[in-house]
């Protein structure tokens, strides 16, 4: 789980690129908006929802190319081997022109010892806003040499307990505070007083019936 990555875009790219150069596509322009919510819960799993919208002639070279949202699900599968996806699902959304994906990443958080880290992957990311538990950043990426673009807004919502969030080098950083006891101190001593007194009331017991 330690090597565990949280990949930004990284299915379009690689995606797109093989497809532009198998078919000999003439790239004009290629522009993809994206939203990325990730919600990460207090063991570091990450529960995420991607929808990308295309121009109209790029969603339809995606469509011939995976006719099938199977198919498209099992390439992003393989192209994010480096992390253990469950639940996913993908869909096909014609009258838009877009993709929507649900999945989870198991571990996709670390946990560091002093504090969480989780991983965003490499690439042009600008913190754009910062409320709370909140984390709202914005990815460029370039595809195709410069002919097209890819803009997301990626929004990360951290456990609702979480202090000292923050954005370096490509990762957010966080402390989720450590878990104390209800039990109320003074209570522990008689108790482990009572106990030690349990001991030494039993020592004199046993030797009297040995």
């Not at 990308?52 to 995606?62: G, S």
């Not at 505070?177 to 522990?188: A, I, V, Y």
Request: glycine share 10%.
């Amino acid at each position: 789980m330690g090597k565990m990555k949280m990949k930004v875009l990284v299915l379009i790219f690689l995606l797109l690129l093989p497809l532009a150069l198998a078919q000999e596509v003439k790239i004009v322009e290629y522009k993809i908006d994206g939203t990325m919510k990730a919600v990460i819960d207090e063991s570091g799993n990450a529960h995420v929802t991607e929808v990308w919208k295309f121009t109209p002639n790029l969603y339809l070279q995606m469509k011939q190319a995976y006719p099938t949202a199977y198919m498209l699900k099992r390439e992003f599968e393989n192209r994010r081997s480096d992390a253990e996806y469950r639940n996913m699902k993908i869909e096909w959304d014609d009258t838009n022109n877009r993709i929507k994906a649900t999945y989870t990443i198991l571990g996709a958080a670390v946990n560091r010892g002093s504090y969480w880290e989780l991983r965003l992957g490499e690439g042009d990311l600008t913190l754009s806003s910062q409320t709370g538990n909140t984390v709202v950043l914005t990815s460029v990426q370039p595809l195709f040499g410069g002919q097209g673009r890819l803009i997301e807004t990626i929004t990360v919502v951290l456990p609702g307990n979480t202090r000292d969030v923050r954005f370096e080098d490509g990762s957010l950083r966080y402390v989720l505070p450590t878990e104390k006891s209800g039990r109320n101190p003074f209570f522990l001593v008689l108790v482990g007083i009572s106990l030690l007194g349990l001991v030494f009331l039993n020592i004199p017991l046993k030797r009297g019936g040995g």
